[in-house]
């Protein structure tokens, strides 16, 4: 029997020569360890460190599992290459391209690789290096989030490195599944500065004539309350009741006094921003672990609000793979596991070698995937397999999804889809499903667990009408384990993962991110889930089940912290200040109020800082937490002093012309930093904005596809956002209903046709 590891048989090159793992971040580190833990041999080919990572211990998860090379040699590198099925390229371009390592001339001698690159950042204003404080400031993504203090705040959420990461294993996968039909490699490229644009699709939007509500969200910003609690214990504790029946059993468990008017009136007349202030007195009467019984007894959604790493700790995520153990030099590591499931859709014997074909179309092109998911993660997936060229059918209620009524989230998440509205718990819609089911390549949904078997579009019912298909459960926690019941959303896992309490800095209450970032991230490993689940279809012959988590989304953003022996290893962590994790990376504010950004990447960029500005630096100590802290502590506030004596553009400048890496913070308010990046005329020119017309916000502009592939990679999605049945009666024709049996369908509202 062969193995049923998905990348069992594979072997990757990672070539990381003269790059950073703190200026990567996941970006450069997570795509092998993944892809070794799914069953690939990874070779990770490195040059001398980089000085600055020496105290950060993230490369400890990143690169396990990895066989590591240390050599310069491009004679060395291009061999190693040359037997490689993927390569995973890192790097400026004097040290890739202008060696010989760039695709062309790898595909050359190896014309199976399949190529994946992680470029340098190049917008409008130039080239940034690659760390992702550096790209992150340039763009103005520092201003977007309100810290504890005044100015733009070091905004730790990883953006940049796992965007990236996402972009390039989606890819990557994706040209895997062309190459067994083709034989062919190709190649994929990515940069910090795209990974940043990933994971704000709900943030970047504007339009002709959008309605005040949905363009005031792409101006300010949500002003929903986050309803983040401190217990009687001091303990917090992170509630969201976004489902039905929700409110009133939070308003019951408290207390409070009922509501007449229900959710959605109270949020739109400011009632239930009162009530959310009025329940800090609420929860200080009782520690977190009563407040957590009695709410998820009444069917409440809850979690406490961990530290990064804190929820490797969790029975759950041991009990499903989530957390792994490694053994090192005598000590035991407990770290992130695999965010992915993926098996047979049904047990079934080896099948032979499927034979190979000579299209070269868009990756994904010739394929249906049937979307049943609603809200954000699952409807992403499903846009950006779009994106790849699949024809996407969005299944919705008559109404619509819930979604739609938050027009930014459907905009970010709809793109290129054919909506068919139906009833799908109607008896009469059971024949639709089934023909659906039994016509689609992928089915997806992200419905809680228990709800797919009750709509019969479960793995099982899909293996019975479609053993060949790829199904998609997008959870929340998994589907198994002692949370799978429980429901989540964005702010639940941004509270269990740690990610509010990182981005709040030490010693202060955690901060939430606003653009729903798990969401997008949970939408991103669902979409290289499935990919790879496409990859061993075509391998094997048979059907995939791919089960995908947001709790597994949201650790991947932490995923460097570890315990090691029972103790957190954490790394760099955000200061009280919110500036960064320490003097060599961080942000610093010149004279004229004016921030800016610098890193010190080794001992002799610091010796040049300290002449610049003519103060006794001491040893090379760039970051606070190891075994320098106290050095590294001390000449913070020195070197705050010396930048506060002249304007921030300025010591820019002169940073630069010493050869040191900076760059000005741009002070952008929300509204002007969705401008900047939908009036680049590079992101025009590389796709990574689009325009199109739309019926009701007149021409739309938007975060565009950022899979960028070759070559002779062509198709791509439609550029449209369906309205709500607008594709029903096309698509029922398609299946084989005929129009008779259509219309008698739409008379009895089964399903919905748009006008």
């Given at each position: 029997m062969r193995s049923e590891r998905p990348c069992?048989?594979?072997?990757?090159?990672?070539?990381?020569?003269?790059?950073?793992?703190?200026?990567?971040?996941?970006?450069?580190?997570?795509?092998?360890?993944?892809?070794?833990?799914?069953?690939?041999?990874?070779?990770?080919?490195?040059?001398?460190?980089?000085?600055?990572?020496?105290?950060?211990?993230?490369?400890?998860?990143?690169?396990?599992?990895?066989?590591?090379?240390?050599?310069?040699?491009?004679?060395?590198?291009?061999?190693?290459?040359?037997?490689?099925?993927?390569?995973?390229?890192?790097?400026?371009?004097?040290?890739?391209?202008?060696?010989?390592?760039?695709?062309?001339?790898?595909?050359?001698?190896?014309?199976?690789?399949?190529?994946?690159?992680c470029r340098p950042s190049r917008t409008e204003a130039g080239i940034a290096e690659d760390f992702g404080l550096l790209v992150e400031a340039r763009a103005g993504f520092c201003s977007q989030l309100e810290g504890h203090r005044r100015g733009p705040i070091f905004t730790d959420v990883r953006a940049a490195g796992m965007g990236a990461a996402f972009l390039l294993l989606t890819s990557i996968f994706a040209l895997l599944r062309r190459r067994v039909g083709t034989?062919?490699?190709?190649?994929?490229?990515?940069?910090?500065?795209?990974?940043?644009?990933?994971?704000?699709?709900?943030m970047i939007g504007r339009s002709e004539r959008a309605a005040p509500e949905v363009e005031s969200y792409w101006e300010h910003g949500s002003t929903f309350p986050n309803f983040m609690y401190r217990c009687g214990d001091g303990e917090l504790l992170q509630v969201w009741f976004g489902g039905k029946g929700m409110y009133r059993a939070v308003i019951e468990v408290l207390g409070d006094e009922p509501s007449p008017d229900g959710y959605y009136t109270d949020q739109t007349s400011g009632k239930l921003q009162d009530r959310a202030k009025r329940w800090t007195s609420f929860f200080a009467t009782q520690p977190r672990d009563v407040w957590v019984e009695r709410l998820r007894a009444a069917g409440v959604a809850c979690e406490p609000v961990l530290g990064p790493g804190e929820v490797l700790r969790d029975g759950h995520t041991v009990e499903t793979g989530l957390a792994v153990v490694r053994s090192e030099q005598g000590h035991e590591d407990l770290m992130m596991g695999s965010p992915f499931e993926i098996r047979p859709l049904r047990?079934?014997?080896?099948?032979?070698?499927?034979?190979?074909?000579?299209?070269?179309?868009?990756?994904?092109?010739?394929?249906?995937?049937?979307?049943?998911?609603?809200?954000?993660?699952?409807?992403?997936?499903?846009?950006?397999?779009?994106?790849?060229?699949?024809?996407?059918?969005?299944?919705?209620?008559?109404?619509?999804?819930?979604?739609?009524?938050?027009?930014?989230?459907?905009?970010?998440?709809?793109?290129?889809?054919?909506?068919?509205?139906?009833?799908?718990?109607?008896?009469?819609?059971?024949?639709?499903?089934?023909?659906?089911?039994?016509?689609?390549?992928?089915?997806?949904?992200?419905?809680?667990?228990?709800?797919?078997?009750?709509?019969?579009?479960?793995?099982?019912?899909?293996?019975?009408?479609?053993?060949?298909?790829?199904?998609?459960?997008?959870?929340?926690?998994?589907?198994?384990?002692?949370?799978?019941?429980?429901?989540?959303?964005?702010?639940?896992?941004?509270?269990?993962?740690?990610?509010?309490?990182?981005?709040?800095?030490?010693?202060?209450?955690?901060?939430?991110?606003?653009?729903?970032?798990?969401?997008?991230?949970?939408?991103?490993?669902?979409?290289?889930?499935?990919?790879?689940?496409?990859?061993?279809?075509?391998?094997?012959?048979?059907?995939?089940?791919?089960?995908?988590?947001?709790?597994?989304?949201?650790?991947?953003?932490?995923?460097?912290?570890?315990?090691?022996?029972?103790?957190?290893?954490?790394?760099?962590?955000?200061?009280?200040?919110?500036?960064?994790?320490?003097?060599?990376?961080?942000?610093?504010?010149?004279?004229?109020?004016?921030?800016?950004?610098?890193?010190?990447?080794?001992?002799?960029?610091?010796?040049?800082?300290?002449?610049?500005?003519?103060?006794?630096?001491?040893?090379?100590?760039?970051?606070?937490?190891?075994?320098?802290?106290?050095?590294?502590?001390?000449?913070?506030?020195?070197?705050?002093?010396?930048?506060?004596?002249?304007?921030?553009?300025?010591?820019?400048?002169?940073?630069?012309?010493a050869k040191l890496f900076a760059e000005s913070v741009e002070a952008m308010d929300r509204n002007g930093f969705r401008h900047a990046i939908l009036d680049d005329p590079v992101n025009r020119q590389l796709g990574r904005v689009v325009g199109f017309p739309t019926a009701d916000w007149g021409y739309f502009e938007q975060i565009g596809p950022l899979l960028r592939s070759g070559p002779d990679v062509t198709g791509g999605p439609r550029l449209m956002i369906p309205g709500v049945g607008e594709h029903t009666t096309e698509v029922l024709l398609e299946l084989g209903f005929d129009e008779s049996r259509v219309d008698e369908l739409i008379a009895t509202k089964v399903v919905r046709q748009l006008e």
């Open positions: 069992a048989g594979l072997t990757v090159v990672e070539v990381a020569v003269g790059v950073s793992d703190l200026g990567l971040g996941p970006a450069g580190g997570l795509p092998g360890m993944l892809l070794a833990g799914l069953g690939a041999e990874v070779v990770r080919i490195v040059g001398d460190e980089v000085p600055i990572d020496a105290e950060v211990p993230w490369g400890r998860v990143w690169h396990r599992d990895k066989r590591i090379v240390t050599t310069g040699d491009v004679a060395e590198i291009a061999e190693v290459l040359n037997t490689a099925d993927v390569a995973l390229v890192y790097g400026p371009e004097d040290l890739v391209e202008a060696r010989g390592l760039g695709f062309r001339d790898c595909a050359a001698t190896n014309p199976a690789l399949v190529y994946g690159r034989g062919a490699g190709g190649w994929s490229e990515t940069s910090l500065y795209d990974g940043m644009l990933a994971t704000l699709g709900c047990p079934v014997p080896d099948a032979p070698e499927p034979p190979r074909t000579r299209g070269a179309a868009g990756l994904f092109a010739g394929l249906r995937v049937v979307d049943f998911s609603a809200f954000v993660a699952g409807p992403l997936a499903a846009e950006v397999l779009a994106d790849l060229g699949a024809e996407v059918i969005k299944i919705e209620p008559p109404g619509g999804e819930a979604m739609r009524a938050a027009a930014y989230a459907v905009a970010a998440c709809q793109r290129g889809k054919r909506s068919l509205a139906m009833d799908i718990n109607a008896p009469e819609a059971r024949p639709v499903v089934e023909k659906l089911l039994a016509s689609a390549d992928v089915v997806l949904h992200n419905f809680r667990v228990g709800v797919a078997e009750r709509l019969g579009i479960d793995a099982d019912t899909v293996a019975r009408l479609n053993p060949n298909a790829v199904h998609c459960h997008a959870s929340a926690f998994g589907a198994s384990g002692p949370r799978a019941a429980y429901p989540g959303n964005d702010a639940l896992m941004q509270a269990l993962t740690g990610f509010e309490r990182a981005v709040g800095g030490a010693g202060n209450a955690p901060l939430a991110a606003t653009w729903i970032p798990i969401d997008m991230a949970g939408g991103w490993v669902a979409a290289a889930g499935i990919a790879l689940g496409l990859y061993c279809r075509a391998v094997r012959g048979h059907g995939q089940q791919v089960v995908t988590s947001l709790l597994g989304a949201g650790m991947l953003m932490h995923s460097g912290v570890f315990v090691r022996d029972g103790e957190l290893v954490g790394g760099p962590s955000l200061d009280h200040d919110q500036t960064g994790y320490g003097p060599g990376y961080r942000l610093y504010r010149g004279s004229d109020d004016r921030w800016f950004a610098l890193v010190v990447a080794d001992p002799e960029s610091w010796r040049r800082l300290g002449e610049l500005t003519e103060v006794d630096l001491g040893h090379y100590v760039p970051l606070r937490g190891g075994p320098s802290d106290a050095a590294a502590r001390a000449v913070e506030p020195v070197l705050e002093a010396a930048f506060a004596q002249a304007p921030a553009a300025g010591w820019v400048a002169r940073l630069r012309a």
